[in-house]
């Protein structure tokens, strides 16, 4: 276990729907990261978290919303998506911001319908 | 902007052969380029990294080589194992902090 928790680990959405993915860190870091994974294609860096403080957002649509209440959660709030957000979405952490090494969880596959 | 090509995209190899994947990057303020393997199914896990005053590194099979002046690095896999099978991603740290990672490389190792 490399302590970085995600849920849930699959996930089915309507359009319509509104859901939120759930990551969690007991490693003591400082920096949070949402990324997007999808086939054939590099990893997406969405956001970037310091101490909780919000300090990158990657020209995500608004239909992606995070939060990370403290340094050790962050979620992703997810609304009206579109098929095409269908992907893999990794949480990451690292001891500090955008520095060391990435310590990513086993992400929550999403598909949208 | 920054950019890290990745080649090449599969691999597939028999056990006890060699393996190389090779990245390039555009950001020559990059002095940061991690290796990442994920198994199918599983997290990115990171397996050798390189910074850019050193231009080798070993760790029992695998080794990573940087040539900074060609702004390419590459992952060496020796002896392979069916347990190397996996997407290996390369990533390079830029000017601005964030990990600029490849598209990965699907490597099969056939028994």
């Known amino acids: 276990e490399t302590g970085v928790t995600q849920t849930p680990r699959h996930l089915v959405m309507g359009m319509t729907n509104k859901k939120s993915l759930k990551c969690e860190q007991h490693?003591?870091?400082?920096?949070m990261y949402w990324y997007k994974q999808s086939a054939k294609k590099p990893l997406e860096l969405m956001f970037v978290?310091?101490?909780?403080?919000?300090?990158e957002n990657n020209s995500v649509p608004s239909r992606f919303s995070p939060e990370c209440p403290n340094s050790s959660h962050l979620f992703l709030h997810l609304h009206t998506l579109q098929p095409e957000d269908s992907a893999l979405y990794l949480c990451?952490?690292?001891?500090?911001?955008?520095?060391?090494?990435?310590?990513f969880g086993e992400g929550s596959r999403l598909t949208v319908l | 902007g920054e950019n890290v090509e990745q080649h090449p995209s599969t691999l597939s190899v028999q056990e006890g052969d060699s393996a190389v994947i090779k990245c390039t990057y555009s950001?020559?303020?990059?002095?940061?380029f991690p290796w990442y393997k994920q198994e199918l199914g599983k997290r990115p896990q990171l397996i050798i990294d390189?910074?850019?005053?050193?231009g080798e590194k070993k760790d029992q099979r695998i080794a990573v080589t940087l040539n900074k002046t060609a702004k390419h690095f590459s992952l060496h896999i020796t002896e392979t194992q069916p347990e190397d099978s996996a997407v290996y991603f390369c990533?390079?740290?830029?000017?601005?902090?964030?990990?600029?990672f490849g598209k990965g490389t699907k490597l099969s190792v056939k028994p």
């Open positions: 978290y310091n101490f909780k403080e919000q300090t």
């Open positions: 390189i910074r850019s005053n050193v």
């Open positions: 490693l003591g870091h400082n920096a």
């Open positions: 950001d020559s303020a990059s002095n940061y």
């Open positions: 990451a952490s690292s001891p500090r911001y955008l520095s060391g090494e990435l310590f």
């Open positions: 990533a390079a740290r830029g000017s601005q902090g964030n990990l600029i």
